[in-house]
């Protein structure tokens, strides 16, 4: 069995947990923290599909499938870039309240195969 890492990053945000939210599960523009891609998704609910497209759709950079879908304090999927051969991670975005105001948001990455170009 391949051995696996987990990565965890945590940020504050001032902001509420419904515009972390919005910001992280838009539709209609692209997201800065992935690569300029856009989602395009089959439904944002548990089982569904999607892929990050570049902004005139004509290019996949990342596809995936939703595992959970909380809003506004969860969002577990699978990511997969479509140019490398690496299997998938699963990436959890978790929001919570923080203490002196605004949120927490913390990305956590599992099923990371250390020296892939994924993990790199």
Known sequence: MTETETAVFSTHINATKEAVWAEITRTDKPHDAMYNTVLHSTG???GATYQMR???GRYVNAI?????YQPPTRLKQTVQFVRTDDPPVT?????TDAPEGGVTLTLTIDDIIPGTT???
């Open 44 to 46: 944002l609910k548990p």
């Open 54 to 56: 570049t902004p005139n």
């Open 64 to 68: 995936g499938e939703i595992l959970e």
């Open 91 to 95: 990436a959890t975005y978790d929001i």
């Open 118 to 120: 994924t993990a790199k």
